[in-house]
């Protein structure tokens, strides 16, 4: 789990007093803004229907801080002064989804969505969407959205909702579209020129985000998110000091939040600069010393060093401080399963279920036993995610991956058809393609990996996955232009900066100064580092075989199987056929069938002569 994020302030009818109009449009220093609300609040001047939203919006601000007790409070405040104020129990629905209790959250969600409508009245239909949104149901919160956006043209937050649903769908153009509508409105609203900034960045267009992320900082230089959106481009762009600059200042607007030192912290880690990152970790567990998610952070970077004891330490003490967060609980378990300690692990896993038994605890478990190769028990799992979330394509796609595992990949295509037909939003194309990729049915994957690209344009899934089908049946130049093109919407997959890298090798082109710009955003101590210093030719395969080993047999097992999978695509490109084919045999040894390193390795040899 990351920070917590609220949603957008509510907004009132008439009647509001300056400073609740102040706590609603938020920007600067939060507890200023904060400062604001409680001004409303104390000040007597508003209605119950606006008091109730006032304690809304302080309520979120307060959750972006990490007092979640005290936000909850509020929201708690703001049910009791308007019952029918759906906007109190969909923030309430976040929260608690956000500390880990996913029934109480459907159930917040279920009432909002129950609550009556007055017709022709736009702001209901509008937050009736924003509680379909939570849910989940995209597709009936667009419907409200355009009934809102018919009887009021001129209602902001209509956009920004629709902008949200579009980017949740990776359709970032028409995202942007409606940004454009609501800066129509506004041209000046700094927030939605940070908004459009994001989808721009998700979209791959990296130039034109960071000029809207300019354009709102020199609008309103005072909001930390501003620097801190900004720094994240300076890192997909390979320049991680611009980012530490950016970083530093949002810390010095918000110093009293962990996130931005965190974010920091994974600035320095690409660097490779360990102290400075590790400092931070510590600064941002010391600023908010009650939330969990900052020892998380510092965990995952502790298992990343190959140090799990600490890593287990961190993960207890953030069970110790949120210990209704069945979350922590999940991820102290996979830390766990990667330490070696199976048993305590799979405990662990039953825990979280205990504690919070919903689809998705039922598919970390299964994964977990897909990993250890525990394969009926895994189905069993999934089976048990089906029956409690029918209706999410998700958990029937868990399913089809127990084939995968087992090495029969096409037994599973029957579960990718019942996710379509339980789930509109799910996009099966994708999960079916690898399937039939795995099965080395490789012209039927490549039709449906460009099925999934039409629907889902702005998603690097289908380009990567087109690609490296494309790159196994010998198709390197479309492979390559694939790969470029999903490195535009995830730039930090190192696989297919790798894969790109050697089909451009067996082009015959010169890849190294592309490379060596990818490579600028990993750690270049820590794997995939040395994998891509192997590329560039400054390290030995044995130097790169010895970095894939870690304290962990799962970890070195996946590690090793990628290893061996570089160098085989480094043997092909230099025409050592002979080598290239005993390094992806020596893929197959791992036993790891649902990694692209596996499937890759059994196309390539089934590609080479005998």
Known sequence: MGHPRSAKPAFGQSGWTDDAQRCYRGGGDPTLTIRYCTQAIESGKLSDENLSITYVNRGGLLLNKGEVERALADYNTAVRLNSDNSQAYVARGRLYRFRGEENKAQAEFDHAIGLAITPNQANGYLNRARAYRAKGDLTSALADLDTANQINTKLREVYVERAAIYAARRMFERAIGQYDEALHLNAGDADLLDNRGDAYRDLGDLRRALADYDSAISLQSDVATYFADRAW????????????????????????????????????????????????????????????????????????????????????EAIRLEPRDADWRVDRAWTLLYAGRTDDALAGFADAIGMDPVAQRYRSRGSALLVLGRFDEALADFDRAIEAQPSRGVNYAARAN????????????????????????????????????????????????????????????????????????????????????????????????????????????????????????????????????????????????????????LKTREQEAQAYFFAGEHYLATRQRAAAQKMFQAVLARKDPWTYSDIGARGELARLPK
């Open 233 to 316: 481009i300076h890192r997909m762009l390979g320049d991680p000091d611009l980012a530490i600059t950016d970083y530093s200042q949002a810390i010095r607007l918000e110093p009293g939040r962990g996130n931005r030192l965190q974010d920091r912290a994974a600035a320095y880690q690409a660097k490779g600069d360990w102290r400075s990152a590790m400092a931070d970790y510590d600064r941002a567990i010391q600023v908010e010393p009650d939330r969990g998610t900052y020892l998380s952070a510092r965990a995952e970077a502790r298992e990343y060093e190959g140090n799990y004891a600490g890593a287990l330490t961190d993960r207890d």
């Open 402 to 553: 127990v084939f995968l595992y087992r090495g029969r990949p096409l037994d599973g295509l029957k579960d990718v058809e019942r996710a379509e037909a339980a789930d509109p939003e799910y996009a099966g194309a994708a999960s079916r393609a690898k399937l039939l990729m795995a099965g080395l049915q490789l012209d039927d994957a490549i039709r449906e990996y460009a099925n999934y690209i039409d629907r889902r344009p702005n998603s690097s899934i289908g380009f990567f996955g087109r690609g490296f089908a494309r790159m196994l049946k010998g198709d390197l130049r479309p492979a390559a232009e694939d790969f470029r093109r999903a490195l535009d919407f995830n730039a930090w997959d190192n696989e297919t900066v790798l894969w790109l890298h050697w089909c451009r090798g067996r082009l015959g082109e010169t890849p190294n100064g592309e490379t060596a710009r990818h490579a600028r955003r990993f750690d270049p101590r820590k794997w995939p580092g040395p994998a891509l210093k192997f590329a560039l030719g400054r390290v030995s395969l044995d130097s790169m075989l010895a970095a894939a080993r870690d304290p962990s047999a």
